[in-house]
């Protein structure tokens, strides 16, 4: 056990709230996570006047669910791409070489990326708020009049990335740490600036908006399946392609799809986020698409009831993080699921996308994902929708609560001889069955973790620390609590405060 505080612990931020949010919530909501991660300075925290700037998006089976519903927990709710890609224009302006695109990929070889005959294009993605199977201006559209530019403000170009061929790819071989090499036909235009070197395209900015997802295949899916839409249609360069999917074929002599081939498409979409990741996630956790992406009996390209409901739950939820692994780490354990069970996630921290391990990453709103998680089991539970289905085969905990309670057991008023205060704490379990599953502790004052324990005993410690270090107030009081978090990013702040005073203060003694 250590006491550490570590600087390059990933955050996640969260934004929710109880009831569905209107348009001006939802803004509020967005700019709220972004806020979480970038203070005052906002997105230009991450980017700056030119920028060239690439948002991809998730429009496939834009056509599923029923009347007034369409697109409804399958594609990224069209309201968070446009208001992100409006922030992002204010700041890259439309001089100086600025880019601003929104990309995925729509079925069709087509450079046209909103062809009105082609049902999974930008056209016929948006919020269905005319409850009817048309595409009207009353709803809240990607690309209403099919002009290839998203809806709104932004002027942002849309892209078809089905439309890329061999002249507009690059076919990298990618190493994983498992040993096997992976081929990858990477768009061109998603390369870093340095790389351009032949004066072609590339994207300063790369920015996923995944949506809240349970996956047939995969358990869960989020900001590292999202890449999937990149990858070319057919098979190209050596890449088998969309309909080549990997591991789609690798079945059981029972007809079941083996864990080998889950293992296959795990390893293909580590290996495009080993050629560019995103720089910045938004993930679209506004509902949890139970059966995703495809209805209950229909498919990605078959479904029997063109108004056939999608299988979704209201979570009413914003969530971002520039680390996708630990977005998708965050996302399982709302879905109710463990994490470790994603394997997805183990490979791509394997392979350094980025951090999966609960110690290492921080969830702001201390316990906000526990109490919203607890509304997610009183409203659906008990009609069994909740948490989210078994399909991919994902290890379900049917109770995700905090399994333990923190006291606070001691703390100083006075420092000691060496001008260091302390704090100990005693983590006890609900009852004897339980298995709290502690990954971290930390000291939390003013709403902010300073300090943090982590190791294999944290069920008792002790922080110490002089007062100079968190005196936010030039003399004031040091305010805090003790936060214990579990592997299901559930967080138990103990029962009392401490309240420490200025050093010499005799106030207290009063």
């Known amino acids: ?283 679209d956790c506004l509902t949890a698409n139970r059966q995703g992406p495809c209805g209950p009996t229909g498919a990605v390209s078959m479904t029997p009831d063109p108004d056939e409901a999608v299988d979704y739950i209201i979570t009413n939820a914003i969530m971002a993080s520039t680390d996708p692994v630990a977005i998708d780490t965050v996302e399982s354990t709302l879905g109710g699921y463990r994490y470790e069970s994603i394997n997805v996630l183990r490979t791509a921290a394997e392979n350094g996308v980025g951090v999966q391990d609960p110690a290492k990453i921080e969830v702001d709103g201390l316990e906000r994902l526990s109490i919203h998680r607890n509304r997610l089991i009183k409203a659906y539970g008990p009609e069994g929708r909740y948490p989210l289905s078994a399909l991919g085969n994902p290890d379900i905990v049917t109770d995700p609560s905090a399994q333990y309670t923190v006291s606070m057991d001691y703390h100083t008023i006075e420092p000691d001889e060496n001008g260091m205060h302390h704090v100990k704490y005693t983590i006890h379990p609900k009852n004897p069955d339980s298995k709290p599953d502690i990954r971290r502790v930390d000291l939390t004052v003013f709403g902010a973790a300073v300090q943090s324990i982590v190791g294999d005993d944290l069920m008792q410690g002790e922080f110490t620390f002089r007062h100079s270090d968190y005196d936010c107030f030039n003399g004031g009081y040091v305010v805090g609590v003790v936060s214990a978090w579990d592997g299901m990013f559930n967080c138990v702040n103990s029962g009392t405060e401490f309240f420490i005073p200025p050093d010499g203060c005799r106030d207290w003694k009063e």
């Open 1 to 283: 056990m250590k006491t550490i505080r570590n600087p390059e612990f990933t955050r996640v931020a969260l934004a929710c709230q109880a009831e569905e949010p209107n348009d001006q919530e939802l803004y509020d909501m967005i700019d709220n996570v972004i806020f979480q991660l970038y203070g005052a300075d906002g997105l230009r925290g991450l980017i700056k006047e030119g920028d060239h700037v690439v948002i991809k998006t998730n429009v496939v089976c834009c056509w599923q669910g029923k009347r007034g519903e369409k697109g409804r927990a399958v594609i990224t709710d069209p309201r968070i791409v446009r208001y992100l890609a409006e922030k992002i224009r204010e700041i890259i302006g439309w001089d100086n070489g600025a880019s601003l695109k929104v990309i995925d990929a729509v079925f069709s070889p087509d450079p046209n990326p909103s062809d009105f005959n082609n049902s999974v294009s930008f056209h016929w993605a948006r919020l269905n708020r005319v409850p009817d199977n048309h595409v009207w201006p009353e709803d809240v559209t990607y690309d209403y009049n099919g002009d290839g530019i998203l809806d709104g403000m932004s002027g942002a170009k849309l892209v078809n990335v089905d439309a890329l061929g061999e002249d507009e790819r690059d076919l990298h071989m990618v190493k994983l740490a498992n040993g096997r090499t992976i081929p990858v036909a990477f768009p061109r235009f998603l390369r870093r600036k340095e790389e351009a070197t032949d004066g072609g395209d590339y994207t300063d900015v790369f920015i996923g908006t995944p949506i809240f997802k349970n996956h047939g295949f995969i358990g869960c899916t989020g900001s590292i399946k999202l890449h999937y839409g990149l990858r070319a249609m057919d098979s190209i360069m050596g890449d088998t392609g969309r309909r080549g999917h990997s591991g789609m074929y690798s079945f059981t002599q029972n007809g079941t799809i083996s864990p080998r081939g889950q293992q296959q498409l795990n390893d293909y979409l580590v290996a495009q986020h080993l050629v560019r990741s995103y720089d910045l996630v938004i993930m």
